[in-house]
């Protein structure tokens, strides 16, 4: 796949809005390749539009009618010669569709190929691939599931509480633990159906329920020599109805022995695919330390960040360089810091996480030794109703994680936002608990937590 020489793009267009947008244009300015923004008409006045070298409207606020328009967005990468594309996170970055068509037109999509993208978006493949070869897979259903009997007998194989999942779901859609055998059929039935309309696919597969985990994921890189490396792992068990809010590096929870296995297991998994680019590998991890392949994720990720901070790479060249089919160095990295990202959403986390999106009246971002923001907003920006309502990253490095923490506590004080609600105050509240500072948390934490009090 790809060209075999080194050579470099001469102009990439940016499929992607907000502070991932701005991200990428910055790397690029800094590689002395010229940038493409497209643009809703509800983001005609942000930054990404204003510093790119070339801006293309392509539709109207609604992103099935924009950033999710693949023929407008091919449209624009011809009439401007771009060679290439970045998709940033979400929208079309796992699109096989988008993949396949940007290498139809010519057009290097710097992400996975369209097959990497569908076989890991098969959940169930996934994992077949992965325990095939040798990756750490949660017991369970040896592929999908038949009917109710069939999933009946594997529960009471295996035990319960089980957890039956839709192979084309992911990030917590279509899935479901089950507690009860009499809950198994019905339970199963619920999931194909709920999985065939939101899907088109109502496979269903089976496994252990792994109780209070921890979500531990490994940032790794490939290129197209075979060569693969790991950039060790990120915490992102504070979590949210599966929106992440608190990602660190390196994790409270892990060993140095643990840091090895994983960043193996990961490694393993990246090559039973023949990885290709910056991905990640998320597992489960129990109580035990034992670690479970969840996903692969075959983008760049809302917390590359953390991991450019303690490894002292930009992860988005690395993705542009690998992409143009430069070689990596193949060694692993472990941090040799600790950083701490907080995601400054507008939201009132006060009032059940409700979106206040609106005009930016007063803005002033923390600064000092340590500290680093990635957005696109500024004071007077309105921050449109029809996207996420991510504001900023926040993002401070220190030696260890308790400077890291008291960093962090500094920089929220000195964060100025106002005219909309944000997450800020959250932030303030987590970073003072006692459980979070003594680094005693699983996915289950926000649950349980009571920040209201
Ligand atoms: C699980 C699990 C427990 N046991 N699988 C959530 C998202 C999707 N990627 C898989 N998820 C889970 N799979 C087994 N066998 C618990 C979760 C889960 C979770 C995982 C990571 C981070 C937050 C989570 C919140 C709820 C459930």
Known sequence: MGKKHSTLFKKILIANRGEIALRIIRTCKEMGIHTVAVYSTA????????????????????????????????AAAEITNADAIHPGYGFLSENAKFSKICQEHGIKFIGA?????????????????MLAAGVPCVPGSPGLLKDGKHALKIAK??????????????????MRVVWKEEDVEPFLEAIQREAAAAFGNDGVYMEKFVEEPRHIEIQIAGDMYGKVCHMSERDCSIQRRHQKLVEETPSPFMTAALRKAMGEAAIKAAKAVNYEGVGTVEFLVDKHRNFYFMEMNTRIQVEHTITEEVIGWDLIKEQIK???GEPITG???????HAIQCRINAEDPFNNWMPSPGRITEYHEPGGIGI????????GYTIPPNYDSMVSKLITVAQSREEAIRKMERALGEYIVEGVKTTIPFHQKLMANERFRAGDFTTKFLEEWDYKA
């Open 43 to 74: 983001d005609k006045d942000s930054l990404p539009v204003r510093f790119a070298d070339e801006a293309v409207c392509i539709g109207p606020p609604s992103s099935l009618d924009s950033y999710l328009k693949i023929p407008n967005i091919i």
């Open 113 to 129: 190929s369209p097959e990497m993208i569908e076989e890991m978006g098969d959940k169930a493949s996934a994992k077949a691939t």
């Open 157 to 174: 194989e295996i035990g319960l509480p089980v957890m039956m999942k839709a192979t084309a779901g992911g990030g917590g859609k279509g």
């Open 322 to 324: 690998i992409a143009a």
């Open 331 to 337: 060694k692993n990295y472990t941090p040799q810091a």
């Open 372 to 379: 680093r923001i990635d957005t696109h907003v500024y004071a």
